[in-house]
């Protein structure tokens, strides 16, 4: 007999957590699975999760990012009412915001199985003690509805035992996958060279990330400012959008780098971009462990990335890029540049990058999932 297993996530933004979600939900397999989607209304991936096919879908306003008593105790009654009537028997929540409010409905609708996908917890180092000190509350006590939480990289088991947030037979890894081929395949650059006019030869740099402040994007603009002079007629993408743009639009007009940095909005060419750049780089405060860099190595490029959580999971300094502490964007310039000037070493740490690729692959993903699945329900 199928089982109904339900997915929920809070908003679908263009982020690996949210394509993680769809591709689960689109690829679970149907002959064991009767398989459904709660997500919020907003987010540039909407439109693509109403395209699935076979596959039940609520979109709920109710359901935001933003903390809200209202409305979160209204969605947590929602999701225990749709719970209940679709007779759901496997929870599956990805998110800090789905991820509380659907454990919680799923515990009240009497739902057997509860998973949860901490895609990097939702308590860091960066928040105030108030602000940290309510999500590790929240986050310990939805650890005790839940029968299994799976993390994308081994950090966050270490992270979650230490603030107490549930037992360590709880947690198992399970890389958060995507289409390796997607990256590995060579693309036709023609067309984003032509849009955003750059010549063969001019040197890219590029970070793929939500303008938000996680991903702290201004330090990406101080790298941008001191890499300027020794490296004249370099380009730096932002490929991503968010709360952030306008206060990075002022520190690029602040250091007169309008004609140096180009900021993309969101964009579905991801691949593309990634192919483009000489160097990719990240200057996130916090992670998960971030689909950005596997695919970076899947096209076989160098990473500039801040050790940050999963981030040294996927970077070995010195091997496949270079690691550098959060916020020492002076240490990342420099690395950088060492990078731009030197192609040998480019190709060199691309290639060892790409030797590890396999660990994301994406239907390895899913089979590791609904064995999950079938084992929590046994257990």
Avoid at 108 to 131: C, E, M, P, R, Y
Avoid at 271 to 287: C, D, G, K, R, Y
Wanted: a positive charge.
């Amino acid at each position: 007999m199928k089982k109904n297993v339900l997915h929920i996530i809070t908003k679908l933004e263009l982020g690996g957590a949210q394509q993680n979600t769809l591709y689960s939900v689109k690829t679970h397999n149907r002959e064991k699975f009767n398989v459904f989607l709660i997500a919020g209304t907003e987010g540039v991936l909407v439109d693509d999760a109403k395209k699935i096919e076979n596959l039940k879908k609520y979109f709920l306003p109710e359901l935001k990012h933003e903390l809200s008593l209202y409305y979160d105790l209204k969605c947590l009654f929602i999701l225990k009412k749709i719970f209940k009537e679709e007779k759901i028997d496997i929870v599956h929540t990805h998110s800090s915001k789905a991820g509380i409010l659907g454990r919680f409905a799923a515990k009240l609708a009497g739902v057997s199985v509860i998973i949860h996908t901490v895609h990097g917890f939702s308590f860091n180092d960066f928040q105030s003690f108030l602000k940290r000190s309510l999500y590790v509350f929240l986050e310990r006590f939805a650890a005790k509805v839940t029968d299994k939480m799976i993390v994308v990289t081994k950090v966050d088991i270490e992270k979650g035992l230490k603030a107490r947030v549930g037992k360590s037979s709880q947690y198992t890894v399970i890389r958060s996958g995507f289409d390796l081929s997607e990256f590995t395949t060579p693309r036709d650059l023609s067309s984003i060279r032509k849009e955003f006019n750059i010549g063969k030869d001019t040197k890219t740099v590029g970070m793929v990330a939500c303008l938000k402040p996680q991903k702290n994007p201004a330090d990406f603009v101080r790298i941008a400012a001191l890499l300027k002079e020794k490296h004249p007629g370099a380009k730096y993408f932002i490929v991503g959008d968010g709360e952030k743009r306008a206060e990075v639009e002022k520190l690029i007009a602040e250091n007169n780098l309008k004609n140096d940095i180009i900021l993309t909005g969101w964009r579905k060419d991801v691949a593309e971009f990634i192919q483009l750049f000489n160097v990719v780089v990240l200057t996130s405060l916090w992670e998960g462990l971030p689909r950005v860099l596997p695919q970076a190595m899947c096209a076989k490029k160098p990473i500039v990335a801040t050790a940050v959580d999963g981030s040294k999971e996927a970077v070995v300094d010195g091997v496949n890029g270079y690691l550098v502490t959060p916020k020492d964007y002076k240490t990342a310039a420099e690395k950088i540049s060492v990078l731009l000037l030197d192609e040998k070493l480019r190709k060199k740490l691309g290639e060892n990058g790409y030797s590890r690729v396999g660990e994301w692959d994406q239907d390895r993903m899913i089979d590791a999932i609904e064995s999950l699945y079938e084992r929590a329900e046994g257990g």
